[in-house]
């Protein structure tokens, strides 16, 4: 076992061995870094102090020589993940309360309402076509029971009961200086459209006993739809509700799945699907545009040069790299909070006005992820966000152009299964 207040030294040309990267040749140092060249990846600055960094063996070379021929491929083997995730225990840890945040002060003036938006409810299909396999397993060995035993309701609040309905529970669009008329108008033309309550429930089998309520949270069946590639199912306690994990283009995203009790027996390893994803946001705001510097040593500088090649050392005053948020664009998960949570910042492209849940609303197409998520479009990955005014932060509405920052969560709903022609 290496002694962690010892720190290996290399020289150039040692081969080293990298868990993450795998083996790899020493090509530049400095006091604190290795330019190491992967044969996997190509060039990466390794600190010298990294705790897994050590001399390649010979039982290495041989392993990795070995894959390299059965494969054809110096990629390192992806470590295999379980595809369906069975959680045990409390749901509690997913918070859905907190997605009534953007709508009412208190989530039980929904709840007190429960039995007439039962009422109103009615069935979502999910995807109408009929599976042509059968369904994961996994699904079938340890949730069977659930499988034809859930739903999904939609309670659709365009025609529901004034009581949770008021008009006078609407904030009024003057209540922000300028507001745009595009999409006041928008909004009043299409209030509540394709918006309302889902509401989860197992459905018991036996005449004699009731079905089990499970969950409910705000639905937009408005968006903008994305290609996926499925990696993995996180399925609840309760064994109708689901995360799922995709990748699109090269980005990796975890979302709720509004209809996975009508859709998870569609759902297979690394199978191609189209989904229809809708932000809702917790708080939105106008960006805080953000400079700074950090102090760097000439080492630095020679390490960069080493790994790109570009000579990006100030030739005149401090030794420093300067940075601007001006534009950026990210989309980051949040610490302590759920998988499909999100903070966010990016440029508005397109707005349109809206209403969900009594609450006027903008739809914003934002740019929240550099490089195209679909090849078809060529353009940065953008995703429709949900701002309603309680959530804004701004004085005045938000704009096309405008960098904007903020928390959403992110929902998606199944449109169409790529792999099944």
């Known amino acids: 076992m290496r002694n962690a207040n010892i720190m290996p030294t290399f ?13 790899g040749s020493v090509d530049w140092m400095s006091s604190e870094h290795y330019g190491v060249v992967f044969d996997s990846l190509g060039k990466v600055l390794v600190r010298r ?10 039982e290495d070379e041989a392993q990795m020589a070995e894959y390299c021929n059965s494969t054809g491929s110096v990629q390192l083997p992806a470590t295999t993940k379980p595809f369906l995730v069975f959680e045990e225990g409390d749901d509690e840890i997913h918070s859905m309360g907190s ?41 079938i060995e340890e949730r069977g029971f659930l499988l034809e035993a859930s739903t999904t309701l939609i309670a659709d609040l365009m025609h529901f009961t004034p009581q949770l309905h008021r008009r006078d529970h609407l904030i009024p669009w003057q209540s922000l200086s300028g507001s745009l008329v595009e999409t006041q108008e928008s909004a009043q033309a299409y209030s509540e459209r394709n918006t309302g309550i889902a509401l989860v429930v197992a459905l018991s089998r036996n005449p004699g006993e009731a079905n089990q309520f499970r969950s409910m949270f705000p639905y937009c069946k408005d968006g903008m739809s994305h290609d996926v590639e499925l990696k993995r199912v996180l399925v609840w306690a309760d064994g109708v509700e689901a995360q799922l994990e995709a990748r699109i283009g090269n980005a990796s995203i975890s979302f709720y799945d509004t209809e996975f009790a009508a859709n998870r027996s569609w759902y297979r390893r690394d199978g191609k699907y189209q989904f229809l994803f809708a932000a809702i946001a917790y708080d939105a705001g106008p960006a805080q545009v953000r400079t700074f510097s950090i102090p760097r040593t000439v080492e630095h500088f020679e390490g960069m040069h080493w790994l790109t090649g570009e000579h990006t050392q100030p030739e005149f005053g401090a030794l420093e790299e300067r940075y601007s948020m001006e534009d950026m664009v990210g989309l980051l998960p949040v610490d302590g909070w759920d998988v499909d949570d999100y903070e966010f910042h990016g440029e508005i492209k397109e707005i349109w006005g809206m209403s969900m849940l009594g609450q006027r609303a903008w739809r914003l197409r934002t740019v929240v992820m550099r490089g195209s998520m679909s090849e078809a479009s060529g353009e940065d990955g953008r995703f429709d966000i949900v701002v309603t005014e309680r959530a804004w932060k701004g004085h005045d509405p938000p704009r096309v152009g405008q960098a904007i920052a ?16």
């Open 99 to 139: 997605h009534w945040m953007p709508f009412f002060d208190d989530a039980m003036f929904v709840v007190e309402h429960l039995p007439e938006l039962l009422r109103v409810a009615t069935h979502n299909p999910g995807h109408l076509k009929s599976p042509s396999s059968p369904p994961p397993a996994e699904l």
């Open 11 to 23: 020289n150039i040309s040692d081969r080293v061995f990298l868990s993450s990267y795998g083996i």
């Open 406 to 421: 903020g928390h959403f969560w992110l929902q998606g709903r199944l449109l169409r299964n790529i792999s099944v022609v």
């Open 49 to 58: 102090d990294h705790p897994d960094l050590r001399l390649a063996t010979p």
